[in-house]
């Protein structure tokens, strides 16, 4: 009988879900405003037109049909792979900054999963009520006034996910003309694919998921916890003051008048817990760091609130290193390698924006390269040696443009003055050209040179902008 208890199932344990409540401070209006920026700037970005020098459309597009990305004047192009690995870390790097710095300042403020989800909660409270009212509504039976209210939430989450799908489809194609297509139902599978993905996700991601994504699926929370130390920014309890000798009590009447809580010991946290009742994560911040924590600052603003209304001095709570509040971080000797990652990460990310800066101004308008077509000589009928070389040439210009092929090295009479190639933009056109010469020329030729330029410059003779090519010339062997 015993056995049998023993192995038993254990009963499984309830989970109580997170319901924030609200409060207001400094960093909620931070967040708030960072929010409407964001959300301004990618529903509206698609929308607006970008008059340039180079090129006039969209401010922002990916032009997979072109393979080509346009930010503002700028066009990038698969080639340009260099620009592509500087963005890449430079959007590392300033992960790697704001985690050594500042803890987890971007899960907390500029993390997509928290500006949909409070986006989310927003609609949340302002359908349900504040925290408590929701709450409630969670434990009341089934009624009108449940299914009124959680079906004009749902509703409302769908039309922001559904939005949200369509404005970045809006990214991969001329906004006007691809909203007119899905609207009537002519736009390619693609797009209707990627809008019923993302409006899924982003509903389950935001509405259900919420910070269990940052908690559990998110790999940087979990690195982000090995890239800090005591110099490190963080939300932070001063747990000397909160606690000191006497710990944590209510504001009795003995505890209400200045400075009488530090007389006898006792800490300024008073213990009412609304810290934890704001934490997006349910964190208690009082138990010191925790990785689920994303330093979001809503506990501060709730811990200020309380410690103005009972007339104590605020920041109980706040962002500061740890070394200037935590014992044992103070006793820690910070080493020279803590400010050298600092340091390093901070030389990395200049590195990379200097290195894109560089890579922007030296972008080539074009790409070329020329090779030596199979057979690699005919023999002609007159006994002349005849080889055919191929041109792959890419515009990444915003126009089309002509280009003037010249050959030097050569005799005069082995091939044409110039060869002219017209390309439209974004594209990758393919050209030949023969040089014909005699076995006697052929025996002693090693090589010419073409030189690509466009024809604008061409006419202008403006040789800065062309591109030279060094041909080896092969009468029977490929080199």
């Keep these: 009988m015993q056995a049998v208890i023993a192995g038993a199932a254990k009963p499984a344990r309830k989970i109580i879900p997170i319901v924030p409540y609200a409060v207001k401070g400094k960093y909620r209006n931070l967040k708030t405003g960072i929010l409407l920026l964001a959300y301004t700037v990618y529903f509206g970005l698609p929308w607006l037109t ?38 890449m870390v430079m959007a590392a790097t300033m992960l790697f900054v704001s985690a050594a710095l500042y803890g987890r300042v971007f899960c907390g403020f500029f993390c997509f999963q928290t500006l949909w989800t409070d986006a989310f909660r927003m609609i949340e409270g302002w359908v349900q009520g504040e925290a408590q009212a929701r709450i409630r509504l969670m434990k009341q039976p089934w009624g009108l006034e449940k299914i009124a209210k959680l079906g004009l939430t749902h509703a409302l989450w769908l039309v922001l996910a559904l939005a949200t799908a369509v404005t970045f489809t809006l990214y991969f194609a001329d906004a006007r003309q691809l909203i007119s297509a899905i609207w009537e139902g002519r736009a390619p599978m693609a797009a209707y694919t990627a809008i019923a993905t993302i409006t899924a996700t982003t509903y389950v991601a935001a509405g259900f998921a919420r910070e269990n994504i940052c908690r559990v699926a998110c790999p940087y929370g979990k690195f982000q916890s090995a890239m800090q130390d005591p110099l490190t920014k963080t939300v932070v309890y001063d747990a000397a003051r909160g606690e000191r000798t006497q710990g944590r009590q209510p504001p009795a009447k003995a505890l209400k008048e200045p400075g009488s809580r530090q007389q006898q010991g006792v800490g300024d946290c008073i213990d009412c817990g609304y810290c934890v009742n704001v934490c997006p994560t349910g964190v208690d911040i009082r138990k010191g760091f925790q990785i689920d924590c994303i330093a979001c600052g809503l506990c501060i603003d709730a811990c200020n609130t309380i410690m103005k209304s009972i007339q104590l001095p605020t920041g109980l709570i706040d962002f ?36 894109f800066a560089y890579k922007i101004q030296h972008l080539e308008p074009f790409v070329a390269n ?74 002693t030729l090693q090589g010419f040179t073409a030189v690509i330029t466009p024809m604008e410059a061409h006419e202008r003779a403006e040789p800065e902008q062309a591109q030279e090519f060094s041909l080896a010339y092969s009468s029977g062997q490929a080199h």
């Design 320 to 355: 500061r290193q740890a070394a200037a509040v935590e014992p044992a971080a103070k006793s820690a000797t910070i080493s020279f390698a803590s400010r050298l990652k600092q340091y390093g990460y901070l030389g990395l990310m200049a590195l990379a924006i200097v290195f």
């Design 370 to 443: 020329i090779q030596q077509d199979q057979p690699l000589v005919t023999r002609m009928s007159n006994g002349d040696l005849k080889s055919r070389y191929i041109v792959r040439l890419t515009n990444k210009e915003a126009q089309a443009q002509t280009y003037v092929l010249t050959l030097q090295g050569l005799p005069p009479d082995a091939s044409p003055a110039r060869h002219v190639m017209h390309v439209p933009s974004g594209k990758t056109y393919a050209s030949t050209f023969s040089i014909v010469v005699s076995p006697q020329v052929a025996q």
């Design 50 to 87: 970008w008059h340039g020098a180079a090129r006039s459309g969209q401010p922002l597009l990916f032009d997979l049909a072109n393979s080509r990305f346009f930010l503002f004047d700028i066009v990038i192009f698969p080639q340009d792979l260099m620009v592509l690995m500087a963005i």
